[in-house]
């Protein structure tokens, strides 16, 4: 859990304080996994993430059955879980 912890600022808190033994975190995929839009591999879920492409363009160059603001968690979009935590985390 440490490398979770350093990997996703706020897990400690997320998870209950700096001494948690269990707790609930939120995790996305891009789904469909590997997405691109419809101009080719080039325009994926990095480059939507990247300046205002998501606000300028997310709804267009669908794919896959989905644009970027459905398929890309920078987007809003993606796949996103709760995940249950148990263990022990002191950090």
């Given at each position: ?5 350093n990997v996703l ?23 469909p996994l590997n ?44 796949d996103s879980r ?10």
């Amino acid at each position: 859990f440490t490398f979770l912890a350093n990997v996703l600022p706020g897990v400690s808190e997320a998870l209950g304080g700096p001494s948690a033994t269990r707790g609930v975190f939120r995790t996305c995929v891009d789904a469909p996994l590997n997405w691109y839009d419809s101009d080719g591999p080039y325009y994926n879920c990095d480059w939507y993430a990247k300046d205002n492409n998501c606000a300028r363009y997310g709804n267009s160059y669908q794919n896959l059955g989905a644009a970027a603001n459905q398929a890309c968690c920078a987007c809003g979009g993606g796949d996103s879980r709760e995940n249950l935590w148990t263990g022990s985390y002191t950090g």
